[in-house]
C-alpha cells in the first residue's frame, strides 16, 4: 500500500523547488543536504514519477513537480491555517480570517463592514492588512490568504472565484477658485492642461490615469507626488493643482468648502471592488462567514453607483461665485 504523503516532505519539496539547490535548501530546513537529497529521492519513489531535475548547478521541478508544489504550498498553507484558528480556540477566539486589501478599498466601506461582521462574530479573529493589488491576488492564490478585497480593473484574476462588492465613482477634485471649479462634469481631456496631483505614483489610479492619457495622446501635468489621499486633498484645498479621487474617499475632506468635487464623465469611471476567494468550498467556516457578510453587505448598499455619486455630490458645498 501506497503511503501518504507527509507534510515534512512536502516542506522540504517546497525549500528545494523555491531554493533551487539541495544545500540552500537543506540549510533552510535545518539538515544536512544528503539527508534532504534522500528524502526527496524516497518522495519521487512513493509517487512514482520524477519530481526533480538535478542539475550540476541546482535542481529545478519536473511538470509533475511543479503540479506537486502548486498542491503542497495549498496543504502547507492549510495547516499553517489550521494552527492558527486552534491556537486561537486556546484563547477563547471560534476562529481567525486574514484579509488582504487594497488601499482604495480600506479608505471606503471596508472597515466599516468588518466592524459590523464583528460585532456580531465577536469569537472571530481578523488580520487585516493593506497590500497592493498584485500582491493580495498572489497571497490569495497562494494559500496565504483567506480573502482579498480589491479593484478589478487591472489585477489578474483568473482561477479565484471573484464577488461583487461595493462600487464607486471618480471625480475631479479642485479648489473653490479653480476656472474648472464650476462646471457640472468634467471629461478627463479637460484635466490634462492643468497641473495636477499625482497620487501613490505606480498604484492601480496612477496607471489607470496614464493608460487613458496614452489613449488621447496625452501625458498628465503632475506638479506634485503625495503617498495618501490626505495629503493629497490638503494641497488641492490650497489650489496647486487638482486630482481625479475616488468620490466616497474624498467626500469627507470637501467639507467647509475647502474642496469642489465634480463627476468625472467617463465610462471608466465607475469602479467596481470584488471580494476573491480561492472558492469557498476551501475556506475555512469563520472565512466563509466574512465573505457571506460582505456578500451581505454590498447586496444591501445603494444599488447604482451614480445614484450614490449624486448623492455625495449633494452634500459638498458648491463653489462660490466666480469674481468678475
Known sequence: ??????????????????????????????????????RLAALEAEV?????????HGVEPTPAGQALLARAREVLAGLDQLRVELGAFGRGVQGSV?????????????????????ERQPGIHIGLEERMSPDIVRGVREGNADVGVL???????????????????????????????????????DTLDQPSINIIP??????????????????????????????????????????????????????AGRLVLVPLAEPWAVRR?????????????????????????????TPSATQSAASLLSQAEPAPPVSR
Do not use: N
Open 1 to 38: 500500500m501506497t503511503r501518504p504523503l507527509d507534510p515534512v516532505s512536502l516542506q522540504h519539496f517546497v525549500a528545494v523547488c523555491e531554493e533551487g539547490s539541495f544545500a540552500r535548501a537543506a540549510e533552510r530546513e535545518a539538515l544536512v543536504a544528503s539527508a534532504l537529497s534522500k
Open 48 to 56: 512514482g514519477v520524477p519530481l526533480l531535475i538535478r542539475r550540476r
Open 98 to 118: 486574514r484579509v488582504l486589501a487594497s488601499p482604495s478599498v480600506l479608505a471606503e466601506r471596508l472597515p466599516d463592514d468588518i466592524a459590523a461582521f464583528l
Open 151 to 189: 479593484w478589478d480593473l487591472i489585477a489578474d484574476l483568473s482561477g479565484l472565484d471573484a464577488l461583487p462588492y461595493h462600487t464607486d465613482r471618480l471625480c475631479v477634485a479642485l479648489s473653490p477658485s479653480h476656472p474648472l471649479a464650476r462646471r457640472p462634469s468634467l471629461s478627463y481631456a
Open 202 to 255: 505606480g498604484g492601480q489610479m496612477d496607471q489607470l490615469l496614464r493608460r487613458q492619457a496614452a489613449l488621447l495622446g496625452r501625458l498628465p501635468s503632475h506638479r506634485m507626488h503625495v503617498s495618501s489621499l490626505d495629503a493629497a486633498c490638503r494641497m488641492i484645498a490650497a489650489g496647486l493643482g487638482l486630482a481625479v479621487l475616488p468620490l466616497e474617499a474624498a467626500a469627507p475632506h470637501a467639507g
Open 273 to 301: 471592488f470584488v471580494v476573491v476567494t480561492r472558492g469557498m468550498p476551501l475556506l475555512s467556516a469563520p472565512a466563509r462567514l466574512l465573505v457571506e457578510s460582505l456578500r451581505a453587505a454590498a447586496q444591501s448598499a
